[in-house]
């Protein structure tokens, strides 16, 4: 019995540790960024542009947390902040998947491989 609440403790102080990085812009807005990798994706391709927004998705949650519905004003800033970080963050992807297609028709794959990541944020 003590070792599984030491093990407990341990799991807890752990997941504790996973918190994201947190900058303030100087307007006393607190942001929380995730970098969204674009490495392995084919984005001229439906497949890889759906794995995309899985990423992104993943991101929102992270930066946006999830709210369980028993606080009616915390579930309400969630669905607020993930519906921002959505918006940004599908324009940056817009972006991508269309120079992807574009260097994809004109033989340029130098122009894909400008474009890294989509930065996700909490505001």
């Given amino acids: 019995m003590f070792h599984a609440i030491v093990k407990y403790?341990?799991?807890?102080?752990?997941?504790?540790c996973t918190i994201p990085a947190v900058a303030s812009d100087g307007a006393g807005t607190v942001k929380v960024a995730r970098e969204v990798s674009l490495a392995g994706l084919d984005l001229s391709s439906?497949?890889?542009?759906?794995?995309?927004?899985?990423?992104?998705?993943?991101?929102?949650?992270?930066?946006?947390?999830?709210?369980?519905?028993?606080?009616?004003?915390?579930?309400?800033?969630?669905r607020k902040c993930k519906a921002q970080a959505r918006v940004e963050s599908d324009a940056?992807?817009?972006?991508?998947?269309?120079?992807?297609?574009?260097?994809?028709?004109?033989?340029?794959?130098?122009?894909?491989?400008?474009?890294t990541s989509i930065r996700v944020a909490a505001r």
């Fill in 46 to 78: 439906d497949a890889g542009v759906t794995m995309l927004d899985r990423r992104i998705a993943r991101a929102v949650t992270e930066v946006c947390g999830r709210a369980d519905g028993r606080d009616v004003v915390v579930a309400s800033l969630a």
């Fill in 92 to 115: 940056q992807m817009r972006l991508a998947v269309a120079r992807a297609k574009d260097a994809k028709y004109a033989g340029d794959p130098a122009k894909v491989a400008a474009v």
């Fill in 9 to 16: 403790s341990a799991a807890v102080v752990l997941i504790g």
